[in-house]
Every structure is written in structure tokens, then in C-alpha cells.
């Protein structure tokens, strides 16, 4: 009888695992061209589980990407878009740890908000939407230092 029982108990384990993964919300994001980039890899590895204080890392279905929050509200990051050039829009960014990124900041007429990374190679955007910035300041962004600034900075804000 004990590997009946323990059929019985990997059989449960696996189905309870098989349950969970179906509940996970994954959040579609578009590769970008260069995703693929090894600093892409180093990126993405050391973005944070949590912006703001409470949007929760969730999963994703892309290479080089991450989003935190919920479906159809959700703030995205891609590493490995195009490289922006010298632009007015250009803001430093400091973490608060000593830690600064320059970002080329627009908004559209929707009002969702991009961030694209300036002077690094590959870039990383990230895209907050309406639905975010509702409750949350885009200071979050600031977050994000730590992870993109694996990518060295060869260039920035004027």
C-alpha cells in the first residue's frame, strides 16, 4: 500500500500545481527587436517583485519583459528597443541610493505614459497606462534603477 500512496500524493501534488499555474495571470507584452541582447538577460533579472509599494511583479509572455499590477492595467518594461536620440524630453531620474537614470518621458493622448532609457544600449521602455497612473505618481520609476542600470550608460540628459 505505501506506493498506492505515494501515486495517490504525487498525483494530487501534480494536479495542484497544474491548478495554480492555470490561475497565474500572465500579461501579454510585444518582444522588442533586440530582446535577445545578453545585457537584455541581466536586465530582467534584477528587476524588482514590487513598484510603488504595491504593484506586484506578474508574469509575462515575452523575452526581455516584465510587468507589475493587473491585466488590462498593468505597467510593462521591454529591454532591447531602439535607442532614442537627444530629445527635451529627457529627465534624470534619481533612485534616492545614489543611483540615477536618464529617461526620454512622453505621454500621448490618452494619457499613457512612456519611459525610454537614454544613452544606454540596448534601451528599456516601460509603458504606464491610464489606469495606473489613476492611483499611483509614475515615481515608481525610480524603482527600476537598479535593474536598468545593468545596461552602462555611454550617454546623457543635456
Known amino acids: 500500500m505505501p506506493a498506492a500512496r505515494f501515486l495517490a500524493a504525487s498525483t494530487a501534488a501534480v494536479l495542484t ?5 492555470g490561475c497565474a495571470r500572465t500579461i501579454g507584452v510585444e518582444a ?6 545578453p ?3 541581466e536586465v530582467m533579472l534584477a528587476v524588482p517583485d514590487e513598484l510603488g509599494g504595491d504593484l506586484p511583479k506578474v508574469p509575462t509572455d515575452s523575452q526581455a519583459t516584465a510587468a507589475w499590477g493587473e491585466p488590462g492595467g498593468a505597467v510593462t518594461m521591454r529591454c532591447g528597443v531602439a535607442q532614442l536620440g537627444p530629445s527635451a524630453d529627457c529627465q534624470h531620474v534619481d533612485s534616492g541610493d545614489g543611483t540615477a537614470v536618464d529617461w526620454i518621458v512622453t505621454t500621448d493622448d490618452k494619457g499613457t505614459w512612456s519611459f ?5 544600449e540596448p534601451a528599456v521602455e516601460v509603458v504606464v497606462p491610464p489606469a495606473v497612473t489613476e492611483d499611483h505618481s509614475t515615481s515608481f520609476i525610480a524603482d527600476l534603477a537598479s535593474a536598468v542600470t ?3 550608460a555611454t550617454k546623457e540628459c543635456q
Do not use: E, I, M, N
Open 39 to 41: 545585457k537584455c538577460a
Open 17 to 21: 500545481v497544474v491548478a495554480l499555474a
Open 150 to 152: 545593468q545596461v552602462p
Open 32 to 37: 522588442a527587436p533586440h530582446a535577445a541582447d
Open 116 to 120: 525610454v532609457t537614454y544613452g544606454r
